[in-house]
Each structure stands twice: as structure tokens, then as C-alpha cells.
């Protein structure tokens, strides 16, 4: 079950082909589970906003549908990333969306929540110290 502060979070199911019988032994349809909390709603909002202004609606489109890729191979295989106890103690993980420089925030969950998006290239430790993933989680951001 999610967060009690995510009751406004979506959750999306992606379904796609899983190798073909040959390529694994397996066939048919996998299905994936995630959320979005609020705020990664709104970075995500932020991201396309932006790059649409700077760039071009299309490049935006491409950047949000390689991020809802990433989301949905994290939720395939939980536990890609790395914890970032330097950063924060809340229990999440960071994983980088190659070959864009957005670092995605999620935790291990059922179905699993993708806490917030940040470009690589900000200075992520003042943005969690100012309280960036305080909206996503009770826990103290205070190393």
C-alpha cells in the first residue's frame, strides 16, 4: 500500500512483450506496477515544460517517454540504483536515466512509488536538505 500522504499519486500499469519463447522459455505479457507520488507528477511536469520551451515539444515528449521506460524497468527489476546515505536517510534509491542526466527517486514498495525526478547537474543535496523529499516521506532529510 502507498504512503497515506500519496492519495493523490496514480498508479500506472504498463503491460509489454516479455521475450518470445525462444529468446527466454517464457512467452506472453509482462506487467509492471508503479506510482507516481505528487511531486514527481509535478517534476515531471516541470521537465517537459521546460524542455519543450528550450528544445521542442518533441525532444519533451521523447525525454518523458524515456523516463516512463526507466520507471517501468525499475518496477521489472526493483533495486536498480543505489542508496545515497551521504544525501539522505530516507529508505530510497537513486537511479541515473541514461543517457539523460535525470536521477530518478524511488522507493521499494508495492507498487513501487517514484518519489521525485532531478536533473543530475543540480545541486541534489541542497535540494533534499530544503526539503525536497520531506513532501514524499515523514522521515527527517538530516543525515
Not at 26 to 46: M, N, V
Amino acid at each position: 500500500m502507498a504512503s497515506p500522504n500519496w492519495t493523490a499519486a496514480k498508479v500506472f500499469q504498463v503491460t509489454s512483450r516479455a521475450p518470445s519463447a525462444s529468446e527466454s522459455g517464457l512467452a506472453g505479457r509482462a506487467q509492471t506496477c508503479f506510482i507516481l507520488s505528487p511531486e514527481a507528477e509535478e517534476d515531471l511536469f516541470e521537465i517537459w515544460s521546460y524542455l519543450a520551451n528550450e528544445v521542442n515539444v518533441e525532444f519533451a515528449d521523447q525525454i518523458e517517454s524515456n523516463l516512463f521506460d526507466a520507471f517501468a524497468l525499475l518496477s521489472r527489476s526493483p533495486g536498480l540504483g543505489h542508496k545515497r546515505q551521504d544525501l539522505t536517510r530516507i529508505p530510497v534509491l537513486f537511479y541515473r536515466a541514461f543517457p539523460y542526466q535525470y536521477l530518478i527517486i524511488y522507493r521499494l514498495k508495492t507498487p513501487l512509488e517514484i518519489v521525485a525526478l532531478l536533473h543530475a547537474k543540480r545541486n541534489v543535496k541542497k535540494l533534499l536538505k530544503n526539503g525536497k523529499l520531506a513532501r514524499s516521506s515523514r522521515e527527517s532529510l538530516q543525515p
